[in-house]
């Protein structure tokens, strides 16, 4: 263990995949570990398995649901000192297949979500501490039916650049993590199937999908004091996908 028991960390999204790999990571250092989802029975697993965190459910979707967080999040704790604004889903189509409703579903999530998460969360924040936004590799290529996903990961990239100079009087630094292919229960080589895990692959310079752990450790980088210089930068943890030429 560390030396950081009394620092905290809200995960949003934090009941699976790199969302729990950090709250896992930041909990071996020592910190109150505090995660929100929407999945009632995801979080239930969490709890029954990791009884030390402090889980509640929160719909980042849902303005009455971030409306109530910052009370909910007073009965243990007064500051925050990393916010990790994970939640966000997945959505690949064609452009010309793209509904109103998926629309909808996805930038309230992704983005809305992720804007007003930090903006209700902001007043907890306290002089030193850190927001840490993911978004994705996708955004810095185009990508077949990614219109609308990469999109919204675009618009919380620049989010990131804004907030560093607006928070910079508060000494809040704000950064985000960039994750290439990650294996998950929800996006993993066996989901995807051998030839597509191949063909994915072919231009990742690491030949492999992440685990979740290694965007947990560039996570707590940022969120640590050898981060300190770091503000309004996103690092891209993607194997080296986004290095490669593709002729």
Known sequence: MGNNRLKTILITGGSSGIGLATAR?????????????????????????????????????NIEDLNDLPSIVKNHTFTLDTLFVNAGIGLFKKFEEISFDDFDKLISINYKGVFFSIQKLLPLMDKGSNIIINTSWTHFRGLPTSSLYASSKAAISYLVKVLAIELAPYHIRVNAISPGYTSTNQFNETLVGQQRYEKMIHHVPASRFAQPEEIANAVFFLASDKASYINGQEIVVDGGLTAVHVE
């Open 25 to 61: 990571r930041f909990f071996e250092e020592g910190y109150q570990v505090l995660i929100t989802g929407r999945s009632l029975s995801k979080l239930k697993d969490v709890e029954q398995k990791y009884p030390y965190f402090r889980v509640f459910r929160s719909d980042v979707s």
